[in-house]
T-cell receptor, first 114, second 112 residues
Framework: DGGITQSPKYLFRKEGQNVTLSCEQNLNHDAMYWYRQDPGQGLRLIYY???????QKGDIAEGYSVSREKKESFPLTVTSAQKNPTAFYLCASSLAGTGFYEQYFGPGTRLTVT | AQTVTQSQPEMSVQEAETVTLSCTYDTSESDYYLFWYKQPPSRQMILVIRQEAYKQQNATENRFSVNFQKAAKSFSLKISDSQLGDAAMYFC?????????FGAGTTVTVRA
């Protein structure tokens, strides 16, 4: 089965700790994305990557970091610099380029920081 | 970031009836793509329908159809013959090049 895996589903951390969210896809997509979802708001783009070893900041990149060492993996680190990290995080992937491509989403990770 | 506005936070529809969700967007571009995504209680995002801006014809997918008004920058979604499984949050999204911008969503409740 092709798809996107995000783990874990729920994650709890203490304030001041960095935490890494996993995202793996076996769709052979070149492009991958990270979004944040807060109650009452739509998804907001954190980072995206069109190719291995390259990534760009989205609209709300402050306090986050990513890496793209493998085509199938795009982990997101929420650092202690992120002021309000508690949120639902969604990873997505798509074919690269500017064509009429659908983004496929993973099941999400709910991060709670106390 | 592009602005996508969904002015209806919540909509309720009787089973088998029709409901229309509104979406407007702000852009100065002529070449872009528009999408409607569904997020059920499981929170899995599912593509419902998509539209290319250069196509005049409105997209249709089974019971889902759009009314795309390019000059008005409007992209509404019509759900016909509503079913209980249609209950979800619906997001309108605008895509230009690599970036997808989402509206705040409309929660659809289906009454049996």
């Amino acid at each position: 089965d092709g798809g996107i895996t995000q783990s874990p589903k729920y994650l709890f951390r203490k304030e001041g700790q960095n935490v890494t969210l996993s995202c793996e896809q076996n769709l052979n997509h070149d492009a991958m994305y990270w979004y944040r979802q807060d109650p009452g708001q739509g998804l907001r783009l954190i980072y995206y990557s069109q190719i291995v070893n390259d990534f760009q900041k989205g609209d709300i990149a402050e306090g986050y970091s990513v890496s793209r060492e493998k085509k199938e993996s795009f982990p997101l680190t929420v650092t202690s610099a992120q002021k309000n990290p508690t949120a639902f995080y969604l990873c997505a992937s798509s074919l690269a380029g500017t064509g009429f491509y659908e983004q496929y989403f993973g099941p999400g990770t709910r991060l709670t920081v106390t | 970031a592009q602005t996508v506005t969904q002015s209806q936070p919540e909509m309720s529809v009787q089973e088998a009836e029709t409901v229309t969700l509104s979406c407007t967007y702000d852009t100065s571009e002529s070449d872009y793509y528009l999408f409607w995504y569904k997020q059920p209680p499981s929170r899995q995002m599912i593509l419902v329908i998509r539209q290319e801006a250069y196509k005049q014809q409105n997209a249709t997918e089974n019971r889902f159809s759009v009314n795309f008004q390019k000059a008005a920058k409007s992209f509404s979604l019509k759900i016909s013959d509503s079913q209980l499984g249609d209950a979800a949050m619906y997001f309108c999204a605008y895509r230009r090049e690599y970036k997808l911008s989402f509206g705040a969503g409309t929660t659809v409740t289906v009454r049996a």
